[in-house]
Nanobody
Framework: QVHLVESGGGLVQAGGSLRLSCTAS????????MGWFRQAPGKEREFVAA????????DYADSVRGRFTISRDNAKNQVYLQMDSLKPEDTAVYYC?????????????????????WGQGTQVTVSS
């Protein structure tokens, strides 16, 4: 059974930083494509960042590009989201997602329906 567990959320002032972690179990992490999504109250879940299973290729939503950084540590079965220069509009529940198979080892997935597994989410609140 696959489990994704997020951690690192919390309350931070605008301009501050947080680092989210996601620990995966029950899947072959080294060949899984990973992503982060977020959902604010009353809004749909949206793409934030993604990383390929190999070669470290990344992609970001325009709203976070240059402020957020996604990375992974295959030895620890973990994916991270470093969030800097946080804004109140970044307030949301952040979800980790995994896709076990990839078209190629450098392929990046940015759509919700492309992911097989989801974590329970971690709340990030940015105060103004």
């Amino acid at each position: 059974q696959v489990h994704l567990v997020e951690s690192g959320g919390g309350l931070v002032q605008a301009g501050g930083s947080l680092r989210l972690s996601c620990t995966a179990s029950g899947l072959t992490f080294s060949i899984a494509a990973m992503g982060w999504f977020r959902q604010a109250p009353g809004k749909e879940r949206e793409f934030v960042a993604a990383i390929s299973r190999s070669y470290g290729r990344t992609d970001y939503a325009d709203s976070v590009r240059g402020r957020f950084t996604i990375s992974r540590d295959n030895a620890k079965n973990q994916v991270y989201l470093q969030m800097d220069s946080l804004k109140p509009e970044d307030t949301a529940v952040y979800y980790c997602a995994a896709r076990q198979s990839s078209v190629t080892s450098s392929y990046i997935y940015t759509k919700r329906h492309e992911y097989d597994y989801w974590g329970q989410g971690t709340q990030v609140t940015v105060s103004s």
